[in-house]
DNA sequence: TAGATAGGCAAGTGTAGGCTTGCCTGTTGT
DNA sequence: ACAACAGGCAAGCCTACACTTGCCTATCTA
C-alpha cells in the first residue's frame, strides 16, 4: 500500500488529486497542461509521472492502459480509511 | 498553521499522535519513555521535541506550560478539516 | 544553595525525495 | 515504413528534513 501520508505531503500531488477530483481519468498530458493553465504550475511531465507513481504506489490512483494512452483515475478509499486512526472517538 | 500533511507524512509523529489520543496531556519525557516502551521506538529526546514543534507548528499539538512541566494535548480538528477535501461529494 | 530535573537552542551530518537530463520503448496516423 | 505522439527508465543534482551533539536556561527538591 505504500504511505498514503507521504504521498499527501507534496503539495504538487495534492493539486493533481484535485484535478482528478474535478475531472477524472485524464492522461499524463492532460494533467500537465491542466496543472500548467489552471493551477500555475511549470511542473515537467517527467515531475508529473513520477508524483503519478508515487500517488500509484499509495493507492490513491489507479491507471487504465488504453493503446498509447494512460487514464489516471482517483481512489479516495484509503484517505477515508485513514480520516478514523484519531478521530474515531469523538462526535462534533 | 503550517503545512498539516507534512505533519502527518513521519511515522514517528503519527505514533506520537497515538499515544496522546490514548492519553492526553503528557509531558515530553512521558512520551520519550512511553514510544521506547509501548512502540520499541529508540528515539532521543530531543528527536521527539523536534516533532513536538512541527506538530504544534501544525496544530495538531496545544502545549501548555506549568512550572518545569510542558504538557501536549492533541488537536484533531485541522485532521477533519483536511479530510474533507477530496471525499466531500461522495457517501459511502 | 547545590544538584537534579524538564526542557530549549543551535550547529553539523547524512539520507531521502523532488526535479532534471538524456535516451529508450510502444502506439498511432499519413 | 516513418515520423509524431504518449509514456517509461535510469543516473545525477540539490534541497529539505530527521537526527545527533553539545551546551544552555528555568524550576523543583534535598
Known amino acids: 500500500m505504500g504511505d498514503v501520508f507521504k504521498a499527501l505531503a507534496d503539495p504538487t500531488r495534492r493539486t493533481i488529486l484535485d484535478e482528478l477530483v474535478e475531472r477524472d481519468g485524464q492522461t499524463l498530458f492532460e494533467i500537465c497542461s491542466r496543472l500548467a493553465m489552471k493551477h500555475g504550475l511549470s511542473s515537467s511531465r517527467q ?3 513520477q ?3 508515487v500517488l500509484e504506489d499509495a ?3 489507479r491507471a487504465r492502459r488504453e ?3 494512460k487514464f489516471h483515475h482517483i481512489d479516495t478509499r484509503p484517505i477515508r480509511e485513514l ?5 474515531q ?3 462534533p
Open 47 to 49: 515531475a508529473i509521472s
Open 51 to 53: 508524483h503519478l507513481a
Open 59 to 61: 493507492g490513491l490512483v
Open 67 to 69: 493503446g498509447r494512452y
Open 83 to 87: 480520516l478514523g486512526r484519531w478521530t
Open 89 to 91: 472517538p469523538e462526535e
